[in-house]
């Protein structure tokens, strides 16, 4: 499975993105998708995950009541609808695929990847 992120581009703090990710090469609604993000100088960090029906989602505490994952099985594709963004919500997107129904926060769970997206936050 190829994985393709986009959407990331510069907004200042208490406004809103869109994120993207698009699969290829693989049957779609066999994976449960996650999104990670990572700061320059950080680890990387889950921000939320999606089941393969789209039916259960998850979110790291961080983003929780800000930020929304879904998908859409007939395109192939994953969101990350980020709102009432922070400076701290900076860093490089990334969305990954997992093999499993509910999908998970941790990395190494994940078989996947995309290239990433570069979210930047201005105060």
């Known amino acids: 499975v190829q994985l393709q992120a986009s959407g990331g581009g510069l907004v200042q703090a208490g406004g809103s993105l869109r994120l993207s990710c698009a699969a290829s090469?693989?049957?779609?609604?066999?994976?449960?998708m996650g999104w990670f993000r990572q700061a320059p100088g950080k680890e990387r960090e889950f921000v939320g995950h999606i089941s393969r029906d789209g039916e259960n989602t998850y979110y790291a505490d961080a983003v929780k009541g800000r930020f929304t994952v879904s998908r859409d099985n007939a395109k192939k594709t994953v969101y990350l609808q980020m709102n009432s963004l922070k400076p701290e919500d900076t860093a490089n997107y990334y969305c990954?695929?997992?093999?499993?129904?509910?999908?998970?926060?941790?990395?190494?769970?994940?078989?996947?990847w995309g290239q990433g997206t570069e979210v930047t936050v201005s105060s």
């Open positions: 090469g693989g049957t779609f609604n066999l994976y449960a």
């Open positions: 990954a695929a997992d093999r499993t129904y509910s999908g998970s926060s941790y990395r190494r769970n994940y078989d996947y």
